[in-house]
């Protein structure tokens, strides 16, 4: 599986849709997407919560094709990286045959990108597992992208392992209208919540409210099972490590140290396969992670 490859695919699938609801060229929706692009960067580096417009989908659009496979790819670093992390997507495919995972503010489906091609890797024969993949995110318009990042990754399945009665695994989505700063508006909370693995990719950054991640974050640890891993992955700014360790260990999590990392995509993913993208947006997308960290927590 290539990340990129898998991002064409999808961008190719929701072009034309984009250019009839806006009712705008492919040449202008490309120079619009990297005049969002541009934006993104200011609201990150801006100190304040970040405005950005995912509810348009040329927003979107745009940061499927820069931010999504380098994001996919750290995420992919952390949970690889992680000896108990591994074990435990491991154990529960093979005792259970089921690994349920869920993502916070997961956007376009970073996250299941990540694990898909971590399981390509290591997964490749035994017993079919299922992945339950479950995305809580406020902006309920990912879907689409979630949808068709699903498709072209079910297509790669296919040709790599040919009938699906042979896949080694397969993924089974949800996606659910989130807003993580109201929490207490939920009443059982605990059946939305109980999984195997909790990533929050660039969340931590994003939100602003602490008291209301704080409340997030300890539902999340209420409802989850005794050895769920927490991942948290995120810019390795002093404010944003300090408040993710907090967050979990004020939810009665065990941490471990925090892990910083700054390098390159994987060699194997090159921004050649997404053809002309790069050239008729005028902006290449990232290949490389400067100044990201990543934690665990486990439930004892």
């Not at 898998?6 to 190719?12: E, G, Q, R, V």
């Not at 990150?44 to 348009?56: E, H, L, M």
């Not at 992945?131 to 072209?152: G, H, I, K």
């Not at 695994?169 to 109980?194: C, H, I, R, W």
Request: charged share 15%.
């Amino acid at each position: 599986m290539n990340y990129f490859e898998t991002i064409k695919s999808a961008l190719d699938a929701s072009i034309g849709g984009i250019c009839r609801l806006r009712g705008v060229t492919p040449g202008q929706a490309h120079q619009m997407a990297k005049q969002h692009l541009e934006l993104m960067r200011d609201e990150w580096f801006s100190g304040t919560k970040p405005n950005i417009a995912y509810q348009d989908p040329i927003c979107r659009f745009a940061y499927l094709y820069c931010h999504t496979a380098v994001n996919a790819n750290l995420c992919e670093f952390a949970l690889r990286s992680s000896p108990d992390v591994v074990a435990l997507i491991n154990n529960k495919l093979n005792t259970l045959g089921e690994l349920r995972v869920c993502a916070f503010g997961g956007g376009p489906g970073t996250e299941l990108l990540a694990l898909t091609k971590h399981l390509c890797k290591t997964r490749t024969t035994g017993t079919h597992g299922v992945v339950q993949f479950t995305l809580l995110d406020y902006v309920p318009e990912w879907a689409e992208s979630w949808n068709a990042l699903e498709r072209s990754i079910r297509a790669t399945l296919a040709t790599r392992y040919g009938p699906f009665i042979k896949w080694p695994f397969s993924t089974s989505k949800t996606f659910s209208p989130f807003d993580m700063t109201k929490v207490d508006q939920y009443a059982n909370l605990g059946e939305l919540m109980s999984h195997d693995l909790y990533l929050m990719n660039y969340v931590v950054s994003e939100v602003f409210d602490s008291a209301a991640l704080q409340a997030l974050v300890t539902r999340m640890s209420d409802a989850a099972p005794s050895g769920a891993k927490f991942v948290i992955v995120d810019r390795n700014q002093d404010h944003v490590a300090t408040t993710a360790a907090q967050l979990m260990t004020n939810a009665g999590l065990t941490v471990g140290a925090p892990v910083q990392t700054s390098t390159n995509m994987d060699s194997d993913e090159q921004t050649s396969a997404l053809g002309a993208y790069p050239t008729q947006i005028g902006r290449r997308p990232r290949v490389q992670w400067q100044g990201a960290f990543w934690i665990v927590g486990t439930k004892p």
